[in-house]
């Protein structure tokens, strides 16, 4: 089945303490990023990539690392978590047509709460 | 800078009726929208792309058309259903980063 998985589902967690949440895809797709949810903000992106070792700044990369060693996954690093990233996290991959992104698959979620 | 906008936050509508959701942007020219469906604590499924040179694209019950001259979406839900209730939203290819709106609810009331 073509999915894109995220680990933790869900993950408290104190201030400071890094942390990575992973992200992985079956679908053999170039385009990777990740997104973070809030009420009112609607999804923001954080990184993305458009193949291996290469990644970008979305619109909202500050506090937040990625790497892209392999073409199937995509890990979002917190070096050192504070309560504003206390958020809704979703990875997504996607095709990558030179110019165009056809649709994006997003995985479940991860719940991330900073105390 | 660029900008999206979705007309409302929610949408309530009588079952059968047509539901019209609005995005609009600024600042900028995509080639083309993207609308996904978002349920609750799960994550956004694609619906339906339309390019700029389209101007109406369907699926099944869905319509979308795109005006480059008002920077406008228009996102219709025809003979909507309960099952159709969830939050939508539209989004944007710019310089290789994806731009969402914010959301609209829609609520289908039976």
């Known amino acids: 089945e073509a999915q894109v998985t995220q680990n933790p589902r869900y993950l408290i967690t104190v201030t400071g303490k890094k942390l990575t949440v992973t992200c992985s895809q079956n679908m053999n797709h170039e385009y990777m990023s990740w997104y973070r949810q809030d009420p009112g903000l609607g999804l923001r992106q954080i990184y993305y990539s458009m193949n291996v070792e290469v990644t970008d700044k979305g619109d909202v990369p500050e506090g937040y690392k990625v790497s892209r060693k392999e073409k199937r996954n995509f890990p979002l690093i917190l070096e050192s978590p504070s309560p504003n990233q206390t958020s809704l996290y979703f990875c997504?991959?996607?095709?990558?047509?030179?110019?165009?992104?056809?649709?994006?698959?997003f995985g479940p979620g991860t719940r991330l709460t900073v105390t | 800078s660029q900008k999206i906008e979705q007309n409302s936050e929610a949408l309530n509508i009588q079952e059968g009726k047509t539901a019209t959701l609005t995005c609009n942007y600024t600042?900028?020219?995509?080639?083309?929208l993207q609308w996904y469906r978002q349920d609750p604590g799960r994550g956004p499924v694609f619906l339906l792309l339309?390019?700029?040179?389209?101007k109406e694209k369907r699926k099944e019950r869905l319509k979308v058309t795109f005006d480059t001259t008002l920077k406008q979406s228009l996102f219709h839900i025809t003979a909507s259903q309960p099952a159709d209730s969830a939050t939508y939203l539209c989004?944007?290819?710019?310089?290789?980063?994806?731009?969402f709106g914010a959301g609209t609810t829609v609520t289908v009331r039976a």
């Open positions: 997504a991959s996607s095709l990558w047509g030179g110019d165009s992104l056809p649709e994006q698959y």
């Open positions: 989004a944007f290819l710019n310089d290789y980063k994806l731009s």
């Open positions: 339309i390019r700029e040179n389209e």
């Open positions: 600042n900028y020219s995509p080639a083309y």
